[in-house]
């Protein structure tokens, strides 16, 4: 008796460290398919991300996209958004497509060009984060 005593203990307390998840599997007979501009290295980082209860999306970075406002900028890097289980275009969030910054002086403050967002593309369902990689060329 003091054995299943100890046996139900010692089971109730592996059963509490373990938590509750929940998980997908991607179909590999019939992917979606989601494509960007060429040479932006879309796809480079990926997340789901669900801006409400009835939809979701993912989230796709491509770090070497130019983005299509009229900039000094090249290859400033983008995130896109691309519905999931349906067969409509990706579109791109609107981020900060302003030109580099300088200050008073006319010295330059910011370099946008080859910075790498959408390097680092993260959800948590309801939020997103995305960044780029430190600019090394000064």
Known sequence: ????RKLGLSLALILSYLQWTTSFNL??????????PKG??????VDFFQPNNKQSNILIGAPRANTSSASTVVERGAVYT???????DCTQVQFDNTDDRENIDGVQME???NQWFGAT????GEHILYSQMV???W
């Open 40 to 45: 932006s290295y879309f796809g480079f980082s």
């Open 27 to 36: 179909d590999i007979d019939k992917p979606y398919v989601f494509s960007g």
């Open 135 to 137: 600019n090394t060329s």
């Open 82 to 88: 691309c519905p999931w289980q349906k067969s409509s």
């Open 1 to 4: 008796m003091e054995r299943r």
């Open 111 to 113: 370099f946008k060009s």
């Open 121 to 124: 593309v993260r959800s948590d």
